[in-house]
């Protein structure tokens, strides 16, 4: 038996008020649409089509090599964009998963349900519902009185009666693919919205003597469709919960899970602990046995084992195992920090290479540059990378001393074992062992508060 899924996206989601087509919103770091198509592929179909329309383009590149592609022209309704998926799929015999794009929170495990209970009772169309507790805008199921499925109403056709059912289409389907593209173009648009209803292949089928059912799912909350701002935020919230429990049973702790915001392509290593408020996205890992603090954003980084952050923000970098940084502290992008290092309290690093046991304590500024092993930034440190015209490097060698307060203006090289004493603004390559100094010289002068005009009003002697 050959199996077939049927993605819808090709609406705009005119509910959404947004520039980006609906099934593109993203749901934790990750488009609806991808959702749909991943929990479809957990089926193992033989084929799957997505149909486009508003945004083509777009949700081609993010579904590349996932799924092929019809083209809808017009958005006349779901049957009509089923209808185009005609000539990659009629008359081929199979059974064929529909389901729309605006649907993110389906599990492979429902549809690989109704794909079984489909088969199982020989169905020409069976459609997955769910009891809504508020079933405003869904499609309502409507049963005779023997519980067999008539039809589908859409909220805007339904009477006063219909509507107060609380039975939903989820907008999911599973069709013997024969008969649905031989019913398709029975379908008509004479309904409130003027629109070629897929919904209405049930009735037409079973009008034809085929059989139609329903497979009841036990929690609505995975069928959630996502038409407006809203909902777009339920359905974050639900998949969050998910994500975290999976996290907490893979041996991760939450001081609280409600407000650890953490994208669905994340790796976490056990008894690492995250604290309240942490966001966590993109491509990111994080090893086992870290520690992150309240307030901090990690995106698409790589975090080693035993590393602890403190509300500090992490971009496109990389720290290894046994490293800190922070509080209040930022990785710009493509910062590689290495095993043991120290990055303090305010300190900027951006495009640098920081090596084993080096410490940057404390206000400091780090760009463009390669930093050795056992390096002591002093506190205040600038790394001045930038002319107003171009970015130019700085390398450190290993185990220097760089004092407090320091300027480096790059291009420059700072050799091994170099010390450059505190205040120094260094435009020069410094040698092994060699200390450099560049500052004013300190004078003393004896005496001379009595001769500065405040010593008049000094009624201490
Ligand atoms: C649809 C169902 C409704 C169900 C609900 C579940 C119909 C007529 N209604 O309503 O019974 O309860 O989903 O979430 O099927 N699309 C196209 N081309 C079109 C129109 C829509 O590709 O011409 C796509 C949209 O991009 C979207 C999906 O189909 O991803 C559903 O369309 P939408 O307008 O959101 O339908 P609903 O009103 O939610
Ligand atoms: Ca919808």
New binding site residues.
């Given amino acids: 038996m050959k199996k077939f899924v049927v993605v819808?996206?090709?609406?705009?989601?005119t509910r959404m008020k947004s520039k980006l087509y609906?099934?593109l919103h993203e749901v934790c770091g990750k488009t609806m649409?991808e959702h749909v198509v991943g929990a479809a592929q957990g089926v193992q179909p033989d084929k799957i089509v997505t149909?486009?329309?508003?945004g083509a383009e777009e949700v081609e590149q993010v579904l590349k090599g996932k799924s092929d592609f019809a083209f809808?022209k017009?958005?006349?309704?779901?049957?009509?964009?089923v209808m185009t998926a005609s000539k990659k799929l009629a008359g081929q015999a199979g059974a064929t998963l529909v389901i729309?794009?605006?649907?993110p929170l389906f599990t492979s495990a429902t549809l690989q349900n109704l794909f079984e209970y489909h088969l199982k009772k020989g169905n020409a169309a069976t459609v997955l519902t769910a009891e809504a507790p508020a079933p405003l805008?869904?499609?309502?199921i409507i049963r005779d009185d023997q519980g067999n499925v008539l039809r589908?109403v859409?909220?805007k056709d339904g009477n006063s009666e219909e509507l107060k059912v609380k039975e939903?289409?989820?907008?999911v389907f599973c069709f013997d693919n024969e008969k649905l593209f031989a019913a398709l173009p029975h379908v008509g648009n004479s309904n409130a919205?003027g629109?070629?209803?897929?919904?209405?292949v049930l009735e037409i089928l079973r009008t034809q003597g085929e059989r139609v059912g329903a497979y009841k799912m036990p929690d609505f909350s995975e069928?959630l469709?996502v038409?407006d701002r809203l909902a777009l935020a339920q359905a974050t919230k639900i998949m969050q919960k998910r994500i975290n429990d999976e996290h907490m049973r893979m041996g991760v702790s939450f001081a609280d899970p409600e407000t650890a915001y953490i994208d669905t392509d994340v790796k976490i290593g056990s008894d690492t602990i995250i604290e309240g408020n942490v966001v966590i996205k993109g491509k990111t890992m994080i090893g086992s046995n870290c520690y992150i603090t309240a307030g901090s954003r990690i995106v698409d980084s790589k975090i080693g084992d035993n590393v602890t952050v403190t509300s500090s923000t992490i971009e496109q970098s990389q720290m290894d195992n046994n490293s800190d940084v922070g509080p209040n502290s930022h990785l710009r992008p493509n910062s590689l920090i290495g095993d043991g290092v120290h990055i303090g309290n305010f300190v900027e690093i951006k495009n640098a290479k920081i090596g084993a046991n080096t410490k940057v304590g404390h206000l400091t500024y780090v760009g463009d540059a390669t930093l050795g092993k056992d390096i002591n930034i002093g506190c205040g440190t600038i790394f001045a990378n930038y002319d107003g015209v171009k970015k130019d490097h700085t390398t450190v060698g290993d185990r220097s001393f760089i004092g407090s307060g320091s300027t480096l203006v790059a291009p420059v090289k700072i050799a091994d074992h170099a010390f450059i004493a505190a205040d120094s603004t260094i435009t020069k390559d410094v040698a092994r062992y060699d200390m450099a100094i560049a500052r004013g010289r300190q004078i003393n002068k004896a005496d001379y508060w009595h001769k500065l005009p405040l010593s008049q009003n000094d009624d201490w002697k």
């Avoid at 017009?74 to 964009?81: E, R, V």
């Avoid at 729309?100 to 649907?103: E, L």
């Fill in positions: 819808l996206a090709a609406g705009k989601g609906k099934v649409v149909v486009v329309g508003m809808q017009k958005q006349l309704g779901t049957g009509d964009a729309t794009g605006d649907t805008g869904y499609g309502r589908i859409e909220q939903i289409n989820t907008g919205q629109e070629y209803y897929l919904t209405d069928s469709g038409n």
